[in-house]
Every structure is written in C-alpha cells, then in structure tokens.
C-alpha cells in the first residue's frame, strides 16, 4: 500500500486517491512533497544531529530546528545527554545512537517537513515500552490536523486511531 501511495508503482486497475484527488494526476515530486514518513529504521548521516534534523527542511532556521526537537522530545534529552548537544556526531547510519534516540530524530525531520500526510511504518517497534510511550505522545501531537496512516503490529500503537484496518 505505502509503494502504491508513494507512487513507486502505478495500479494496474482501480484509483489510488488521498483526500479526494487521484494521486496519478499530480506529479511524483508534488505528491512526495506533501507526505511526512517515520520508518521502523531511521537512517542518519554520518553528521551531526543538527544537519540530521535539518535533513526534513533543508534551509529552516536554528528555532524552527529547536522547535521540532522539542516537540519530538529530543531537545531535552539532547541537553542532557550529549555533551556536545545539536552538534554531536551521530555516526555511519546513527549507529552511535540506540533505537530510543534515533526515532526522535525521524520524527523531528518528518515535523520540519510539515507535510500534510504523515507515514508512521513501525516507528516505535524498536523502542522499549518507556520510550514507545513518549514517542507515541509526540506522534499523536504530530498527527493532529493531519492525515495519519499507521503502519504496526502491536494495538498499542494505533489505540488512538479514528480507523483500524487488519491485514492477514
């Protein structure tokens, strides 16, 4: 579903529509544009958490940054655990950070985005259960006025969701 969404593939029959419009009538950039996606495994530069967030919206601003950081609940833990906060190295692929604080990150780029359709693909399935509860805060405060599309496996990851669909 999410490669059809994403245009990766063209459906051979029927319409793939999103909010009303069938995507097949906007282009690939537009259409890319407008969608916001937290994978299970977010992928990080070999750079600092700065350029890493900033990876969302390449010219914002160092508040807009702060701003999305916190609302991701990264920018306290930033602060108290890298000494070298925003300009820390995170490592080949984020590798120098554990699951609980890569998430924050691909959620904090996707929230710089802004777009108007948010992917969440297993976002919290690596976390610990302390850490998935914090997460899923932010994802809920992220989702309003939104549309969301959730992928998990755990029901505790879409309790909240207007609409629950059960593949097999």
Known sequence: MLRLLFRFYEPENGKNSV??????????????????MV?????????TLKHNILYGKLKASEDEM??????????????????????TIVGKRGL???????????????LLKNASLLILDEATS???SLTEREVQMALK???????SIIVA???STVVHADQILVSQ
């Open 153 to 155: 496996h755990r029901l």
């Open 66 to 87: 702060r701003h999305v950081s916190a609302s991701a609940l990264l920018d306290g833990h930033v602060q108290r655990r890298f000494e070298q906060h925003y300009d």
């Open 126 to 128: 690596a976390l610990d």
């Open 19 to 36: 909010a009303g419009h069938d995507i097949c009538e906007v282009t690939q950039s537009s259409l890319r544009a407008n969608i916001g």
């Open 141 to 147: 405060e992220a989702s309003a006025g939104r549309t």
């Open 96 to 110: 120098c950070l554990s699951g609980g604080q890569k998430q924050p990150v691909g959620l904090a780029q996707t």
């Open 39 to 47: 994978p299970q495994d977010t992928m990080l530069f070999n750079d």
